[in-house]
């Protein structure tokens, strides 16, 4: 017996018209184009307020045009091709990438059925039994556009780009599924519109926390944005993949990113927030006045605050957080986040198990799992067992120890209290003036 009593497409398409897919295909791409616009000037501005800067304030009230002069000023820039490069995939890479970004969206539903010129259709532009997994490969395959740019431009700094995008990919894509099957087994579809009526009673975030933790961490990993940035890490490789891309190469490359932002904000707020749907104060307040949330253009307006709540989280912990270490990357990847999805997954499909022998209640059951598997994580990831030490011990103790420049293989700089090796040289000056002060 399944959790819900939903299953396969819930969206209903029959009365929709060409005319009504290309309404809805044309905004989807509207949408995402200003969407990008206006999180290029929110980014900046939040990030601003956050290190108590002004941002862009100047261009049009509150700094919203800034956008519009920094487009220009990208499209309008040299465009040069690179004489060694495989001409054929430098030019289309920047495409895939942008390409792929664009279509995930058509898959997601941003709203109930409404009334569009007299018909009746979802606010969707197309829905499937395994919408899921639709968006899992175009995300997939938008990754190929950064490997084989980096690839094809036949650059050293590039080529470590690409192959890094390719192996956060793997890394974290890994995660990210795991963790999103728990969901797939809940509600009994793979139907983004499904899962969104699945929580009709119920948010996911609540039911199966674990799996939301993890997509969390992943899905900066998969829009490579700090702390998960080493595909373009401007200290150790410049600018990465797309280093020597220019102008609008460049530009499509730089629009897919924000797009995917976009695109990973709605994806959590489909399958973990309930999607379109209000909670159940909102619901409340609404039914006071004999009115429903649920309905109508409303919606829309609530998908819209969520989405821009976890845009807001990607800035914010831009502005946080330092970029991890490749080592440290892969390391949480491969031995944090891909056993703790396996984890929580065993635990899902042996009370959905139990629940097919002996039928409970498994609303209760999760949710309490679900809490107690949380703080299993949040203490595996924050907790310390260790005596705080003051900073002065710390150095001590670091001046105590003897330093090589390395930390599990991986070349590293010295954190204070600690020194580096005199080079080979050094030292040969060093033996040669002992020996010269001897002999005198």
């Not at 998908?303 to 949480?332: E, I, P, S």
Request: proline share 5%; aromatic share 12%.
């Amino acid at each position: 017996m399944n959790l819900y009593t939903v299953g396969g497409v819930a969206a209903d398409f029959s009365q929709d018209t060409w005319w009504i897919w290309v309404i809805k295909a044309v905004a989807i791409v509207v949408f995402l184009i200003f969407s990008v616009i206006f999180a290029l000037w929110f980014e900046r501005r939040l990030i601003a307020k956050m290190q108590n800067r002004l941002g862009p304030n100047t261009v049009g009230p509150l700094g919203l045009g800034q956008s519009f002069p920094d487009a220009i000023k990208l499209i309008l820039k040299e465009d040069f091709w690179l004489a060694g490069a495989d001409k054929v995939i430098y030019a289309i890479a920047p495409a895939i990438s942008a390409t792929c970004a664009f279509v995930v969206m058509a898959v997601l539903p941003v709203g109930p059925g409404v009334s569009m010129f007299g018909i009746h259709t979802p606010l969707q532009l197309a829905d499937s039994p395994v919408a899921m997994l639709f968006v899992l490969a175009a995300a997939a395959l938008g990754e190929y556009g950064l490997v084989l740019g980096g690839w094809s431009a036949k650059s050293t700094l590039p080529l470590y780009g690409s192959v890094r995008a390719a192996t956060q990919m793997i890394s974290y894509e890994l995660a990210e599924g795991l963790s999103l099957v728990t969901i797939f087994i809940t509600a009994a579809t793979m139907s983004t519109s499904g899962i969104v009526e699945a929580q009709t009673s119920l948010w996911n975030v609540i039911l199966l926390m674990p799996a939301f933790l993890i997509f969390l961490v992943t899905m900066f990993g998969g829009t490579n944005r700090l702390p998960f940035d080493l595909t373009e890490a401007e200290g150790e490789i410049v600018a990465g993949a797309h280093l020597e891309y220019s102008s609008m190469k460049f530009g499509w490359f730089y629009l897919a990113e924000y797009v995917n932002m976009l695109n990973m904000s709605m994806l959590v707020t489909t399958l973990f927030f309930g999607g379109y749907r209000s909670g159940p104060i909102l619901t409340s307040l609404f039914g006071l006045w004999g009115g429903d949330p649920n309905v109508g253009w409303f919606p829309v307006l609530i998908f819209v605050a969520k989405m821009w709540t976890f845009m807001a989280l990607f800035v914010w912990v831009r502005g946080t957080l330092l970029r991890f270490r490749y080592d440290q990357f892969m390391h949480l990847g491969w031995k944090g986040l891909i056993p703790a999805a396996l984890g929580w997954l065993a635990i899902v499909m042996i009370v959905v198990g139990i629940n097919m022998v002996v039928r409970i209640n498994m609303v209760p059951v999760l949710t309490i799992l679900a809490v107690g598997y949380s703080l299993i994580l949040l203490i595996w990831a924050f907790g310390d067992d260790t005596v705080k030490k003051t900073q002065q011990e710390i150095i001590a103790e670091r001046e105590s120890e003897e330093f090589d420049g390395f930390e599990n293989g991986y070349p590293v700089p010295p954190l204070p209290g600690q020194h580096l090796p005199p080079s080979p040289r050094a030292r040969g000056r060093a033996t040669i003036d002992t020996q010269t002060i001897e002999e005198a």
